[in-house]
């Protein structure tokens, strides 16, 4: 292989690289600085050998077989007939700091992205009054509808608790640690973090307010979520501690709240709603969940009563003096229950089902409201 023909097929390789995307940070490995090396040489067959030196951003990286097989794939259509050789090793302490000053766009420290002047990322806290009224199940399914309409969507399972968001999306894995900066695991396409990642398995989060606190902050500031269209939030049941803190460090986030039929589950989620008098938040909206039961005779079965969305809705509407809609009625389904449990949300699995369409639905109705000018920047200067 002559010197100009290996510098031109280096050339051409690394820019068919520049369409390789790390699997979890999701931008090109080359404007990451992973692509340490580059090089050209006879194969053993007498064609053309490619080596391409990755660094990693940890030597446990979880998808290092996928970023390979897409590494191969790339240089392959350069040249189906060459051969390729993907060589990995990890960053340096000084390439790790680069790339945490990169990601963030500073000096590389932790700061809350979603409430920073110009941000515009729908951040929703999805709340309730009570527990059991399936708010975590919303709030993946949600995401989930969200993510397959092409919205780069995060979920922040802020029920310290009571968290259940890594098994209704079937996430094993922990996220991926670059120094102090946690690149958070994908499910459905949708970036996830949520303390269950960091418990052994069985075992309670015994926590006070102040490290409750603690830890939202550090799922908001510590983890790199990216450019996020939208960012979800679990909220436990009732206004405490996550609650509260949510208001202060979020002050842009707007509540989502979660009921059942039954008056008395909706009498205690007006309570909730009623927090945004306080904490300045917005209110998105009701979702009433298992709302009936369809029978196999077409019968409709009032489970738990009826009306409680609806009473949400009007109560929030008259305290906070302005229209909180009711988004919609998910009905009692078996197949909302069976995809909770194995980690394929029913938005995705089966969106044509009674509760499918309506969460795909509500998501829609969610993305379309118009944004508000809280927080933004209008360019305007007093005139001297």
Not at 19 to 41: C, F
Not at 143 to 162: E, K, P, T, Y
Request: some cysteine; glycine content about 10%; charged content about 20%.
């Amino acid at each position: 292989m002559s010197q100009g023909s290996g510098d031109e097929l280096i050339g051409a390789v690394r820019n068919a690289l520049n369409r390789v995307h790390d699997p979890e940070l999701r931008q090109p490995i080359t404007d990451l600085g992973m692509v340490r090396s580059i090089t050209a040489g006879d194969a053993a067959d007498s064609g053309t050998r490619i080596t391409v030196g990755i660094d990693l951003t940890t030597a446990a990286c979880p998808l290092r077989h996928e970023l390979k097989s897409s590494v191969e794939q790339a240089v392959a259509s350069v040249d189906e007939s060459i051969e390729t050789v993907v060589e990995f090793s990890v960053m340096s302490p000084e390439q790790r700091v680069r790339l945490r000053a990169k990601l963030r766009g500073n000096d590389g420290s932790p700061v809350i992205p979603f409430a920073q002047p110009g941000n515009l990322t729908k951040v929703y806290a999805v709340a309730s009054g009570k527990g059991g009224v399936g708010k975590s199940s919303i709030t993946v399914n949600l995401a989930a509808a969200l993510a397959s309409d092409g919205l780069n969507v995060g979920v922040i399972d802020a029920d310290i608790h009571g968290f259940s968001v890594p098994r209704m999306l079937g996430v094993t894995g922990q996220p991926t640690r670059v120094d102090s900066m946690l690149i958070p695991p994908v499910a459905h396409g949708i970036k996830v973090v949520s303390i269950g990642m960091f418990t052994p398995r069985g075992r309670a989060v015994v926590w006070r307010g102040p490290m409750l606190h603690r830890a939202l902050e550090q799922f908001l500031a510590d983890v790199y979520w990216g450019d996020l269209d939208v960012l979800l939030l679990d909220l436990p049941p009732g206004t405490g501690d996550i609650a509260i803190s949510v208001a202060q460090l979020l002050p842009n986030s707007e509540l989502i709240l979660v009921t059942t039929p039954q008056v008395a589950a909706a009498e205690v989620a007006v309570r909730a709603g009623a927090l945004a008098t306080q904490t300045s938040q917005r209110v998105a909206g009701v979702i009433e969940n298992m709302s009936w039961f369809d029978g196999p005779d077409g019968t409709r079965l009032d489970v738990f009563g009826s009306g409680g969305g609806q009473l949400v809705s009007a109560e929030l509407s008259e305290t906070l003096q302005q229209d909180i809609p009711l988004l919609g009625q998910v009905p009692l389904d078996v197949s909302l229950r069976e995809g909770s449990d194995q980690g394929t949300p029913v938005a995705l699995e089966k969106p044509e089902s009674a509760s499918g369409e309506v969460l795909r639905s509500i998501a829609r109705k969610l993305v379309t409201r118009p944004r508000g000018l809280a927080g933004m920047s209008l360019g305007i200067e007093p005139v001297r």
